[in-house]
């Protein structure tokens, strides 16, 4: 996004010493990342994941301990510890990283640093989602007890870049979906028409990396260190005339700004770990973010919601219901006539059922007004204001709901406990854009942009010169 904030500060990215696992200290750096904290939602995963190394990074993100106040000084003495005994140790200057991130022919880069916090009427960064109070709460305690950030969030802005190294000639999304927002199709060449953000990262990938690995999941990782004056100026010139999109990271936001308002002197609080995504060049895919009614069966779920919606049961396994979801979706959204665009595919019982054809006066009485239509038609409004508050009565608690980015650990939870899964549609791009650009704040949980970095590759000590 390419609208400058007021007086043309934009986005203010900043160097900072980044501290990093020392490679001859762990079995190796795949072994000690870990996917963003709210990806992590099974208990297998998180034990998989501590077990693959003594030094992963969930220890921190996720400490694991009887109250939440012990698991936060469990995370800060464990963080204390490592740096004592030469596992993280801080780079010797302050730098800019560029993040490369490799899945076959899927190709994403960013910058990453310390991006000074701007509040939401200064128009710079833009969230496009609600956020749950007792989340940012416990981030917040973790943060305050680490004194680090200890993931990066991902945000979007787009560029000037003449071609998109991320995205094939065809203009569809390198990474798969076709809801993402692309530029021009055609190969860019770096130097010619396009930013100087994206010239420094185009010479700085031509030089050895300063770290490479490859994930357990096949995706290759690689980070450069910018170092040089010209370079870091060069960047800063061109990030001021932009804005950018919260695409992933929403609460972590949140709890940088509740962070900072805590504290009356300038330091390092007034900044926050960010990867920055030129998605001009590298497009982001946009997936959905399912829910899992953990006390909720089908059995119970379904005669609620007979009346309001036609509901149908549709075949297995799950790719195939997953793509009769996408039809319904797509032939509700492309329809002449008026009518709610809204679908879910509900699961748990061992079969799948469609959900679709809201009745439209039962969304007028249950879903608020004053919102712009686009924001009222939104599956997730439907899905808390009609569904889950008004026909099932599920309290949006931990107890009760979870969000799950993937459908099969949705589906195979839901039959373990009993509950329902409800399966999403994603949004498509230019929808998160277009409410962003108003103010107007999507249901948490809309959205999931990817890909997410991954964890423990770069932190950010607060304490660190």
Request: aromatic residues 4%; glycine residues 8%; charged residues 20%.
């Given at each position: ?407 099969e650990a949705a589906v195979e939870?839901?039959e373990r406990l009993g509950g ?46």
């Open positions: 996004m390419s609208i400058p904030g007021p007086g043309g500060q934009g986005l203010q990215l900043t160097p900072f010493r980044g501290l990093r696992y020392v490679a001859e200290r762990v079995g190796s750096l795949a072994a000690v990342t870990s996917p963003p904290y709210d990806v992590v939602v099974r208990p297998e995963g998180l034990r998989e994941l501590e077990t693959a190394d003594p030094y992963n990074i969930v220890r921190l993100i996720l400490p694991q301990a009887g109250t939440p106040e012990a698991r936060n000084r469990q995370a800060a003495e464990t963080l204390r510890r490592w740096q004592a005994d030469g596992v993280l140790a801080p780079d010797p200057e302050p730098a800019l990283y560029v993040y490369e991130q490799r899945d076959g022919p899927a190709l994403q880069r960013g910058l990453i640093g310390a991006l000074r916090l701007s509040p939401r009427e200064e128009g710079i960064v833009l969230p496009h989602e609600e956020v749950m109070p007792h989340v940012v709460e416990d981030r917040a305690d973790l943060m305050r007890a680490t004194a680090a950030h200890l993931e990066p969030l991902l945000l979007a802005y787009r560029g000037n870049g003449n071609g998109t190294p991320g995205a094939p000639a065809n203009g569809a999304s390198a990474n798969g979906s076709s809801g993402s927002a692309t530029a021009a199709a055609g190969q860019g060449i770096a130097g010619q028409d396009i930013g100087g953000a994206a010239q420094v990262i185009e010479r700085t990938i031509l030089q050895e990396p300063l770290l490479s690995t490859t994930t357990e999941d096949g995706v290759d990782h690689h980070l450069w260190r910018i170092t040089n004056p010209t370079d870091l100026v060069a960047i800063s010139t061109d990030l001021r005339h932009h804005q950018a999109l919260i695409a992933d990271g929403h609460h972590r936001w949140a709890t940088y700004l509740r962070l900072r308002e805590e504290r009356r002197e300038p330091g390092p609080w007034d900044f926050g770990l960010v990867l920055l995504v030129d998605t001009a060049r590298y497009p982001l895919r946009v997936r959905a973010i399912h829910r899992l009614l953990r006390r909720l069966p089908p059995d119970e779920a379904l005669p609620a919601v007979r009346r309001a919606f036609r509901v149908r049961t549709v075949d297995g396994p799950l790719p195939r219901a997953l793509e009769t979801l996408a039809e319904a979706a797509e032939t509700a959204r492309a329809k002449p006539e008026p009518g709610a665009p809204n679908a879910f595919l509900l699961a748990g019982d061992g079969h799948f059922h469609l959900l679709d054809r809201p009745d439209p006066e039962l969304l007028a009485r249950t879903v608020p007004d004053g919102r712009p239509e686009t924001w009222r038609t939104l599956d997730a409004t439907v899905l808390h204001h009609t569904l889950l508050n008004h026909l099932w009565n599920v309290p949006d608690t931990p107890e009760h709901i979870g969000y799950l980015h993937d459908p939870q839901a329902t899964a409800v399966l999403m549609h994603p949004v498509r791009e230019d929808v998160v854009h277009e409410l962003a650009r108003q103010g107007i704040a999507m249901p948490h949980k809309s959205t999931s942009f990817g890909p997410k970095p991954a964890t423990g590759l770069v932190l950010r000590s607060l304490t660190l010169g």
